[in-house]
């Protein structure tokens, strides 16, 4: 635990980060409209031909046609609600149910589409750029993007997003965060270890699976990561079956297997529980407090926020320390995408110079008993 002294430090750094989210308002980021419009040409043209061949012209006809394919299919999962779930998991599990594939494709592709468009309609300044709102709630300890959703971005189209001129876009992404909040809170030693290997999601597997860690699949990995989020979310074994597409009965299996393997995180997360089914309500290890005096699911949002608020907390102390790095370098923040920081840098600057610097923070986060590890994911003149 940390001692006052470091605990005052780290709340007045999350406060600092209010700061940081005001100057990237005001700076906003570079978009390429050559390249949003290559993008939408090519999606709009993709979306017609993908829907006409199901004789449709919108996803929720499509939608009606995924689940006339799958309704008489014997022990469908199916949602929390009771709804036939479709969801991107099943599709790439039954490729044979067409219809099913091409809804969840058509459905992820319209979103995109959606957020292109808004960009040619209004979202891109006359100077060529874009100012994203980030606003911070205090009451979760998340901060949420406005405006320009950036943080939504799909991966194929990323390439919008350009550097600020002269600079390279360097994409710094933390790894496992709710993980190693997870491990602080509940002093799990076991689980600490396993985020200080290259890939813990694999490491986790090979335990999980009775196998070694050359032999985890990359199918294996992926389940082990989806199970990890489960758990991290509060999820039930209902929810996590209609999402592996697996029986409620053997979800509870795996959740408790995977438990099992970090008991101390295990009890630390069933003492949240506890306190939820008593009082209502959560906090983090900073001591932002929440109540959820009607939610029907308290265990599972007390859980979340504990978890996902304190990790978001992390990363705005996070903001601070590469705000101060980056001014220095004569670079900025640009954004903040889940556990990665957007950070525009001189290309005068050779990548060893930057590593160090990215080493520092890492040593800043084990200072204030985060050991957090960070890797470089992006480097060029746009967000690739």
């Not at 949420?144 to 943080?151: K, Q």
């Amino acid at each position: 635990m940390l001692n006052q002294g470091l605990r005052i430090e780290a709340r007045n750094l999350i406060n600092d980060s209010k700061v940081v989210f005001e100057k990237m308002n005001a700076t906003g980021m570079r978009i390429n409209r050559t390249s949003v419009e290559r993008h939408l040409a090519r999606l709009t043209d993709e979306q017609t031909a993908r829907l006409s061949k199901w004789g449709v012209k919108t996803t929720s006809d499509m939608k009606k046609v995924a689940l006339r394919e799958i309704s008489g299919l014997p022990g469908w999962p199916r949602t929390d609600a009771g709804a036939l779930s479709l969801t991107s998991d099943l599709a790439e599990k039954n490729p044979h149910l067409t219809a099913l594939v091409d809804y969840v494709k058509a459905s992820s592709k319209a979103r995109l589409i959606s957020q292109l468009k808004n960009l040619l309609t209004g979202g891109i300044h006359e100077n060529g750029k874009v100012y994203p709102i980030h606003k911070v709630n205090d009451q979760v300890g998340r901060v949420y993007v406005a405006d320009f959703p950036y943080v939504t971005l799909q991966r194929e189209v990323r390439d919008v997003i350009l550097a600020d001129e002269d600079c390279n876009l360097w994409e710094i992404d933390g790894k496992g965060t709710e993980l190693v909040v997870l491990a602080v809170m509940s002093g799990d030693a076991k689980l600490l270890q396993v985020l200080l290997t290259t890939d813990f999601y694999r490491e986790m597997a090979a335990e999980f699976n009775g196998i070694t860690v050359k032999d985890v699949t990359d199918a294996l990995r992926a389940q082990m990561k989806m199970l990890v989020l489960a758990v991290q979310n509060g999820a039930s074994a209902r929810f996590l079956g209609g999402e592996m597409a697996i029986p409620e009965s053997e979800a509870q299996n795996w959740l408790d297997r995977y438990l099992g393997m970090y008991p101390q995180a295990a009890q630390f997360l069933e003492s949240v529980k506890a306190e939820a089914r008593r009082s209502g309500v959560a906090h983090t290890y900073f001591g932002t407090r929440r109540e959820f005096p009607n939610d029907s699911d308290v265990e599972r949002s007390c859980a979340s926020h504990t978890i996902q608020s304190f990790a978001g907390e992390v990363f705005r102390i996070g903001m601070v320390l590469m705000e101060k790095m980056a001014t220095a370098a004569g670079g900025r923040v640009m954004g903040n995408v889940f556990d990665a920081f957007l950070i525009p840098l001189p290309k005068s600057i050779p990548e060893g110079e930057v590593l160090a610097m990215v080493g520092e923070i890492e040593k800043e986060f084990s200072r204030f008993g985060f050991p957090l590890r960070l890797k470089v994911t992006n480097c060029g003149e746009t967000w690739k």
